[in-house]
């Protein structure tokens, strides 16, 4: 069983799946801390709030977790190393955000 630490977490503007020109600093980081440490997985949080309006909530998020995927492939990170799934704390859960978590690899 893999453990996850919460790394960074990618927030956007109400209904916008545009990572913020304050937030792609962030691209870079994750992307040099794995090639520091390249044992590790990277987990992207898909879980959402509750909140918001069913399916078209769920697009928004689905679409959230491709930008935030694909621009961590475009900065380095080699893309079996990312998946998608439930990783995060629920309780820790916010709107407009996607989490990204550490976990070593098996």
């Known amino acids: 069983m893999e453990c996850w630490t919460t790394y960074r977490d990618f927030w956007f503007q109400n209904d916008s799946a ?7 600093f962030k691209l870079a980081e994750i992307a ?16 959402m709030v509750s909140s918001g309006a069913g399916s078209n909530n769920q ?6 977790i491709k930008v935030v995927r694909d621009a961590l492939v475009e900065a ?17 859960r916010r709107d407009h955000r996607v989490e990204v978590l550490f ?4």
Request: net charge neutral.
């Open 18 to 24: 545009v990572i913020q020109d304050s937030e792609k």
């Open 32 to 47: 040099a801390y794995m090639n520091r440490n390249p044992s590790l997985q990277i987990g992207i949080d898909s879980q």
């Open 59 to 64: 697009n928004l998020s689905d679409r959230r």
């Open 76 to 92: 380095g990170v080699p893309s079996h190393k990312i998946s998608v799934g439930a990783y995060g704390d629920v309780a820790l």
């Open 103 to 106: 976990a070593s690899a098996n």
